[in-house]
């Protein structure tokens, strides 16, 4: 029987992986090589360091999977040099960070008194997370600008702007790259002192990808000058200890959650299943949709979206952001607060477990395209 190491926050390992081994569940941030030692199959997130001083007494490991997109804790090289197969799963959680981003758009909008509707918004990173951001946005018609000079260099047929113009031109900003440390298009502290001093003024700055991309102490000398200027952070330098002193100047805070849909993380659990079994040379029989619960609700009728208001009430009977954000200031400073805040999430569905009747004259087809199901007239 194979040992399948898995992290304690991965739903369905047992409903996927119960028949091909016995399963352990461990602490993923606490993870020790004495624990991985004689495991067959290990499963992490993000929090798991996997490396050369996790792995190196480990003489039988088959397969290692990332139920997450970044793979940023993973030293890759060294897997391959073992011949160890490694997946991380692309893309599981792009729709949750999608519907998150614009969530707290709207929430700004709200609390601000200030519409969404008529400002540009810039996305940092046009992959997954990035496109999935653009297609809410675009669903709602805001216009959107794309900074991705990867992929511009790689042919992509969209259109980009240099980041230079993106921040010049752009009322809102959200991140969505991969840290990285080296080369020309590094992402490590890309929004350092000199990029943020050059927002444009009442700008709105999300960060939803991994908190190194803006310099944190920067940020705290920033905000202290700029107020006009709006951040929301998911991911912050130094996880899981956030600088307390950066807390009060941010609008939003969440403790990196901003992937944790129900469908996101079953998506992770589910990639690693069929390419653990491509690995074993077995048929993944097993169907990703009997995992998920039904609806919570039967159906939301709605007559018109007569404003953005209404936009966000609706939004928020997926997610109330502001939940999460008051839930953070209490905890983040407990020992282990951060934790404890991602272990106990309630994951929310994203806007596709929630189906809209439309019982009014006004067209809310639009709503489909922001990815709620049964709109129609
Ligand atoms: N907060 C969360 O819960 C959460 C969830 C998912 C992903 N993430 C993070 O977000 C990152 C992005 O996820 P994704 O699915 O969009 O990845 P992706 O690989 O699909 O897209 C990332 C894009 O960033 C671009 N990029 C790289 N360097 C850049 C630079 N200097 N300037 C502009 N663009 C650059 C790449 O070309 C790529 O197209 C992940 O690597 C992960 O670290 C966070
Ligand atoms: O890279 C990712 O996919 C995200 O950062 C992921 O949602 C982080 O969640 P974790 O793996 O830490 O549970």
Not at 222 to 241: A, H, I
Request: proline letters at 4%.
């Amino acid at each position: 029987m194979m040992k399948i190491l898995a992290d304690e926050n991965m739903p369905y390992v047992q409903q996927l992986f119960g028949d091909l081994g016995t399963i352990e569940t461990v602490n993923g941030r606490e993870l020790t090589p004495e624990q991985v030692n004689d495991a067959d199959v290990l499963l992490v997130r993000s929090v798991t360091k996997v490396n050369q001083a996790l792995l190196a007494e480990n003489n039988q490991l088959k397969f290692v999977g990332s139920a997450t997109i970044g793979t940023d804790h993973i030293d890759v090289e060294y897997l391959a040099s073992r011949n160890i197969p490694f997946s991380n799963a692309p893309g599981c959680n792009a729709t949750a960070v999608g519907e998150f981003a614009f969530i707290a758009m709207l929430e700004l909008a709200q609390r601000f008194n200030s519409p969404l509707k008529g400002k540009v918004v810039g996305i940092v990173g046009a992959g997954n997370t990035g496109t999935a951001v653009a297609k809410c946005l675009e669903a709602y018609g805001i216009e959107v600008l794309l900074n991705d000079p990867l992929l511009e260099e790689s042919g992509d047929p969209r259109s980009f702007v240099s980041l230079d113009t993106l921040i010049e031109k752009c009322d809102v900003i959200s991140l969505h790259v991969p840290i990285t440390k080296t080369g020309e298009h590094k992402t490590w502290y890309l929004f350092d002192e000199s990029r943020l001093n050059k927002l444009a003024e009442n700008c709105w700055l999300l960060n939803c990808c991994r908190g190194e991309v803006i310099d944190n102490c920067a940020l705290i000398n920033f905000k202290q000058q700029r107020d006009d200027v709006k951040v929301v952070l998911d991911v912050w330098e130094g996880e899981p200890n956030p600088m307390p002193e950066l807390v009060p100047y941010v609008e939003f805070c969440t403790p990196h959650i901003a992937g944790y849909s129900l469908e996101g993380k079953a998506r992770g659990t589910y990639m690693l299943y069929q390419k653990l079994a491509e690995v074993l040379k077995i048929e993944a029989d097993k169907q990703m949709d009997s995992l998920l619960p039904p609806l919570w609700s039967e159906q939301v009728n709605v007559q018109e979206i007569s404003d953005e208001r209404a936009l966000l009430q609706l939004a928020r009977f997926v997610y109330n952001l502001r939940d999460d954000d008051e839930l953070f200031r209490k905890m983040f400073l407990n020992k282990q607060g951060f934790d404890h805040m991602r272990k106990n999430h309630t994951h929310r569905r994203e806007f596709s477990a929630l189906k809209v009747g439309n019982t009014g004259q006004t067209n809310v087809n639009w709503l489909s395209n922001l990815g709620f199901s049964g709109v129609e007239l």
